[in-house]
Structure formats: C-alpha cells, structure tokens
C-alpha cells in the first residue's frame, strides 16, 4: 500500500495508518518515510481496506476498493489522498505505548493543549494513538491502563511542541514494577548488640 498526494505522485505521506480485513484476521499497518506499507506471506483471496488516519494536512480517503491477493504475485495499491484546507497549519501526534517491550492496547492518554479542552483517548492494538492537533505545547499524561498491565508504573506526564506540518512522536514505555521486601541485619558483638558496623548487601543480578 503506497500513500500519496493527489497534488503530486511523487509525493509520498509516512503515517498513514490503513486497517486491512482478511476472512480470519485484522492488522493494522503503517506507511514509512517512503510512504509504504507492506503486508507479507499473505493467504490468497479478497482482502478489505479502510484508511483509519492521515497526517494533517490531508483527508482519510474513505472508500477504498477491496483487493484480490493471488498466488506468487504482489498486488500493488496507491492511495491517493486531497488536502484538507480545515487542516492546513495543524500539527500531528503520534503516541506509541508499550509494556513490556510489546505494543500495550487499551491505554487511555490524556492530550491537554496550552489553549482548548483536553482529549482523552486509548491506544489502539498496535499500541498507537495518533491525532492531529494545533500548533502549540501540549501536555500529555496517562491516565489509566487496562487490567492487563495492573502491575505497571503508572505515572506518566510530559510537555511537547507540536509544529505545523510535522509529526511530534511521544514513546510511553510502561514497566513491570518490581516487588520490594525488607531485610532486617541484626550484628552482636560477645553477645551484644554491636553499633557502627558497616554492612554491604548486594542483589544476586547486581
């Protein structure tokens, strides 16, 4: 899948974000610096494509036509996208989160420009939020995850800048939070307690 400008062809779009619909499975890919997206080892048959998302300053493309995968053969699809004149000056975010290294769906991220009401949206199951935004400083912050990462640290809060016709890239990686004990030393001395004694306790993973 290669997304382009309707204005020029040459014209390529990273961050086009396409959806596309097998008869047992969904994916969600998108485009590179190159404006491609490419879908390997596929089985054949007829495949449905929906565009969930295009960087400002251009519109979704909202009817896509299904394609037909065939043996032994790539099928080639160009995009073509018009600019939106309601988008022209805005900026986009993309927020990736992960947990454990792994995409984490479900996350809810909380957008609050300097100016404006805040926004709170969850990643989708690539682990991804994307949305187009004025120019200016953001905050963003999370707010919650769902039961499946209950065990990760949850405090998250940074400013960005979003710029005009660019794409400001924010990465939320949330870790396990590791389980913490106690350890009491107790050191006698001739059968009393000894003071000022100097302990060093090292983890066996250092």
């Keep these: 899948i290669k997304a382009i ?23 969600t890919v998108e485009t590179d610096e190159n404006g491609l997206a490419e879908l390997n080892d596929l ?6 494509i929906s565009e969930a998302y295009v960087p400002a300053p251009y519109k979704t493309v909202e009817t896509i036509d299904d394609q037909t995968v065939d043996a032994d053969k790539v099928t080639e699809l160009n995009v ?15 927020i990736s989160v992960t947990y454990d290294g792994a995409p984490a769906d479900g996350v809810s991220i909380s957008i609050a420009p300097t100016e404006g009401e805040a926004k709170t949206l969850s ?16 905050t963003i912050a999370l707010d919650s995850v769902p039961e499946d990462y209950a065990d990760a640290i949850e405090e998250y809060t940074e400013q960005i800048e979003v710029t005009e016709g660019q794409t400001t890239a924010v990465n939320i990686e949330l870790k396990k939070e590791a389980p913490v004990g106690s350890i009491k030393v107790t050191v006698t001395y001739d059968g009393k307690p000894a003071k ?11």
Excluded: C, M, W
């Design 5 to 27: 400008s309707a204005e020029d062809a040459e014209t390529v779009i990273e961050g086009a974000t396409f959806i596309v619909t097998g008869s047992d499975f969904e994916l």
């Design 43 to 48: 089985p054949v048959g007829e495949y449905a």
């Design 80 to 94: 073509s996208h018009q600019i939106d004149e309601e988008l022209l000056g805005k900026g986009n975010i993309l």
């Design 123 to 138: 990643t989708d199951t690539t682990g991804k939020i994307r949305i187009t935004a004025d120019p200016g400083e953001d």
């Design 196 to 206: 000022d004694v100097g302990i060093t306790v090292t983890h066996t993973k250092g």
